[in-house]
T-cell receptor, first 118, second 113 residues
Framework: EAGVTQFPSHSVIEKGQTVTLRCDPISGHDNLYWYRRVMGKEIKFLLHFVKESKQDESGMPNNRFLAERTGGTYSTLKVQPAELEDSGVYFC????????????????FGAGTRLSVL | DAKTTQPPSMDCAEGRAANLPCNHSTISGNEYVYWYRQIHSQGPQYIIHGLKNNETNEMASLIITEDRKSSTLILPHATLRDTAVYYCIVRVRSGSNTGKLIFGQGTTLQVKP
């Protein structure tokens, strides 16, 4: 079974440019999460999709970030325009279920996309 | 979700058991304890979780105290590949929780030859 896949693995862009990150969850997983770790900080939650709907986007830092999950399959996270403080590693995770405690709730993470804004 | 406290770093000799503590003194009765780890340059990896009973799987054991205010993750025979940052996370069982994980600083475990 394929795991969570993220593209690209590394992206280097200049301040003001646009970058789009992609996440392919494990097949059959309705729940998809985005997290990020910026330099020296903890891993922070960004948002949660259930199928194509945004269940929780409380962690999105500002309106320069736009996440989509059309058709409830893969998801994209667009940063426009990118700023220096957006540099970090962006992780995607997926799970069958969301309620804690059950095995189907376990979140599986991708390897992340390292974003460098110069 | 309840806050967790972990030591920032620990060392362990290869082949020995690694015991990683976590304090969650404000945990509620409906909150689970989850452990994840992040090996350098990889995404976080699920290890184990529990509510109040001790749990064991192929990776580790989780010991939760009777009052549930603390827990210990045990890697029975640590290898060099277990060198990673280990995160103890408390999650609400139900209700409005969306399932998001709240990561702290974690414990950096260094397994030494």
């Amino acid at each position: 079974e394929a795991g969570v896949t993220q593209f690209p693995s590394h992206s280097v862009i200049e301040k003001g440019q646009t970058v789009t990150l992609r996440c392919d969850p494990i097949s059959g997983h309705d729940n998809l999460y985005w997290y990020r770790r910026v330099m020296g900080k903890e891993i922070k939650f960004l948002l949660h999709f259930v199928k194509e709907s945004k269940q929780d986007e409380s962690g999105m830092p500002n309106n320069r970030f736009l996440a989509e999950r059309t058709g409830g399959t893969y998801s994209t996270l667009k940063v426009q325009p990118a700023e220096l403080e957006d540099s970090g590693v962006y992780f995607c995770a997926s799970s069958q279920d969301a309620a804690p405690g059950r095995a189907k709730n376990i979140q599986y993470f991708g390897a992340g996309t390292r974003l460098s804004v110069l | 979700d309840a806050k967790t406290t972990q030591p920032p770093s620990m060392d362990c000799a290869e082949g020995r058991a690694a015991n990683l503590p976590c304090n969650h003194s404000t945990i509620s009765g409906n909150e689970y304890v989850y452990w994840y780890r992040q090996i350098h340059s990889q995404g976080p990896q699920y290890i184990i979780h529990g509510l109040k009973n001790n749990e064991t799987n192929e990776m580790a054991s989780l010991i939760i105290t009777e009052d549930r205010k603390s827990s210990t993750l045990i890697l029975p025979h640590a290898t060099l590949r277990d060198t990673a940052v280990y995160y103890c996370i408390v999650r609400v069982r139900s209700g409005s929780n969306t399932g998001k994980l709240i990561f702290g600083q974690g414990t950096t475990l260094q397994v030494k030859p």
